[in-house]
């Protein structure tokens, strides 16, 4: 009795040295990419962030200088409109595909799916290539408007705000959609299905069940287009005018043609900041998004 | 479709699909015309093109510039698949199969480079680089887009390692083979679609991206999209319709043949399962 005891506890305690082994094996199989990311993703990043504040001695000029300029406000200040403009279209355009998405046949869905995946999966500056083939002086929109005599003059629908509403709008679009559909493919239709029955009219059920349970898609995906957007360079460099200056731009015009970086480096600690105290509250309604489904 | 029940098609339905159909045709028009206008024969991208030809086709592929920035996205791409797939499986095996604390922790910050606007991670490693004097080199790049693609192979792997039956591998040890031989000829074929997919899906990462070789690239050495990004800003060349509709080719190869991947994983489960 005491003799298989003890032989139990022999293997149970060879076992867990084993273990404790293997378990050194496996942080070691972490190492290499923690290591990685250590010196070519935080390194690079705190070089930023100590130029930002150092330049022959500690000193916060640098983000004096963009409080103090009213024109880099008003970067900041436009970039925070365009993110705000693009974050509202996707989520009009985005819902109802989304819903779309969630309620038809499965095998409908799948099909109709790839034509969100395909451009998702794109390159960003060939997706912005191909709005400027359309959009532009002498671009397919405008000669199809004026070959059907619907505007005497070709419109100037790039090098402005409209352009990189567009550009941008097309770029993120996919990010909505997903993010939405994703929360609505858990949604129980036999929800929508009890209102019904008991006497709510389409309308009705679809405001008092199914909106107040696609809510954490609305503001999951919101917030990541807004985040998103507030990064953007490619799509606005491309298709704004001289007037339509985004954070990012303006951090490469002083990397590339300024070459003042310690400023760019403190726009892009600001652009940094701010992309984290986004996903910050992103975590947050996702959890909470969580804690609903766990009630629900 | 949507009014499956047996309601009538009201004014909201028609609206919803009115906007569901606006959205879809805007999401999927841009890709389709501009593969159609890069076979266009005329001068200016006109659709639709009044004549067909392959010349920009030509251009494109008998330009020394042009093939040369796609043999540099193509080593770029290449370099950052290896490096990325090879961490990457091995971080996610740790995270999946490891018990440790701040598990949590680790995983975000593996995923943390896609959180970080690309501008910032470009310029970081700009200012990393330049101080080794390392900008325009082909490793540079990959390395730069390895710490973009590390969370696409982490995340790939992580769903396909948490998606994998561990009775597999026991009952190959309990029948008396070695760990390395389970490893060999139960674990790997068994995620090998998952693998593969993850470095489809590195190496679109990297073929695709723009600004960290738009920092890092030197004048002699250029990614396509950096190219493309070139000739952008002095005018809009039919050239690049056909180097987008490359672009675009490779992105469709790859989705597809993750697609295919994913269902050849799921046979094969299916058929060793018990």
Redesign the interface.
């Known amino acids: 009795m005491t003799a298989t005891a003890g032989v139990a506890e022999v293997v149970e305690a060879s076992s867990e040295r084993l273990e404790r082994r293997e378990?050194r094996r496996?942080?070691?199989?972490?190492l290499?990419?923690?290591l990685?990311?250590a010196v070519?993703?935080v390194?690079?990043?705190l070089?930023?962030f100590f130029?930002s504040v150092h330049k022959t001695a500690f000193t916060l000029e640098f983000y004096r200088q963009v409080f103090r300029t009213p024109v880099y406000l008003l970067v900041i200040g436009l970039t925070f409109r365009t993110a705000a403009v693009v974050t509202l279209i996707c989520l009009?355009?985005?819902y109802?595909?989304a819903?779309?998405l969630a309620?038809?046949?499965p095998r409908?869905a799948r099909l109709?799916v790839?034509?969100?995946?395909?451009?998702f999966?794109?390159?960003?500056?060939?997706?912005t290539?191909?709005?400027?083939?359309?959009l532009?002086r002498?671009?397919?929109v405008n000669?199809y408007l004026t070959a059907l005599g619907l505007v005497s003059a070709p419109l100037p629908l790039l090098y402005n705000q409209g352009g990189v509403l567009i550009g941008m709008t097309?770029v993120l679009?996919?990010f909505m959609?997903l993010t939405i559909w994703s929360v609505m493919r858990g949604i129980d239709p036999a929800l929508t299905?009890a209102a019904?029955s008991l006497g709510a009219s389409?309308?009705q059920a679809?405001r008092r069940i199914y909106l107040p349970l696609s809510l954490p898609g609305i503001a999951g995906g919101a917030l990541l287009i807004f985040i998103l957007s507030?990064?953007f360079?490619?799509t606005p460099a491309?298709m704004g005018g001289p007037s339509d200056v985004m954070i990012?731009m303006l951090?490469?015009r002083e990397?590339e043609f300024t070459l003042n970086?310690s400023f760019?480096?403190a726009l892009?600690v600001i652009?940094?900041v701010l992309?984290?105290a986004g996903?910050v509250a992103y975590n947050r309604v996702v959890r909470l998004a969580r804690l609903f489904e766990e009630r629900a | 479709?949507?009014?499956?029940?047996g309601?009538r098609a009201?004014p909201?339905?028609i609206?919803?699909?009115a906007?569901?159909t606006?959205?879809?045709i805007?999401?999927?028009a841009?890709?389709i015309?501009?593969v159609i206008?890069s076979f266009s024969g005329a001068d200016?991208?006109?659709?639709p093109p009044p004549s067909l030809s392959l010349r920009w086709y030509e251009r494109f592929l008998g330009s020394s510039t042009w093939r040369g920035a796609l043999v540099v996205s193509v080593q770029v791409a290449t370099l950052t698949t290896l490096?990325a797939t090879?961490?990457?499986l091995?971080?996610a095996?740790?995270?999946v199969?490891?018990?440790?604390r701040g598990k949590g922790l680790?995983y975000a910050?593996?995923l943390?480079?896609t959180?970080?606007?690309?501008?910032?991670?470009a310029?970081?490693?700009?200012?990393?680089f330049a101080r080794l004097k390392a900008t325009g080199s082909v490793l540079a790049m990959a390395?730069?887009h390895?710490?973009l693609a590390?969370p696409v192979v982490?995340i790939i792997m992580a769903a396909t390692l948490q998606g994998f039956d561990r009775r597999f591998e026991m009952a190959a040890l309990s029948l008396g083979a070695g760990r390395l031989v389970t490893l060999r000829r139960i674990t790997l074929p068994l995620i090998a679609p998952g693998v593969l997919s993850a470095a489809l899906f590195a190496f679109?990462t990297s073929?695709?991206?723009?600004?960290i070789p738009l920092?890092l690239s030197g004048t002699e050495v250029q990614t396509l999209?950096v190219r493309?990004?070139n000739s952008?800003?002095l005018e809009?060349d039919p050239t690049?319709?056909a180097v987008?509709s490359f672009?675009?080719a490779i992105?469709?190869v790859?989705?597809g043949a993750s697609a295919m991947l994913r269902r050849k994983g799921e046979h094969d489960e299916s058929h060793v399962a018990p």
Not at chain 1, 26 to 30: I, V, Y
Not at chain 2, 97 to 100: E, I, L, P, T, V
Request: aromatic fraction near 14%.
């Open positions: 378990q496996f942080l070691a199989l972490l290499p990419a923690l990685t990311l070519l993703f390194y690079p990043l070089g930023i130029r009009l355009l985005g109802p595909l819903y779309v309620n038809i046949r409908v109709l790839i034509v969100v995946v395909l451009p999966f794109t390159s960003i500056i060939v997706r290539y191909a709005w400027m083939v359309l532009g002498n671009g397919i000669h097309y679009l996919p959609v299905r019904h389409p309308g679809f507030l990064g360079f490619i491309l990012a951090i490469e990397v970086w760019a480096s892009a652009l940094l992309t984290l996903f | 479709m949507i009014a499956a029940e309601q009201g909201g339905t609206a919803v699909l906007v569901t606006a959205a879809l805007f999401l999927i841009p890709v015309i501009i206008v200016y991208l006109r659709f490096f090879v961490l990457g091995a971080a095996l740790s995270l199969r490891g018990k440790f680790v910050f593996l943390s480079p959180i970080v606007p690309t501008i910032i991670t310029i970081a490693l700009y200012f990393f390395l730069g390895t710490v590390l982490v679109l073929f695709d991206e723009l600004l920092f999209t493309i990004w952008l800003l809009v690049i319709a987008s672009l675009i992105t469709c790859v989705l």
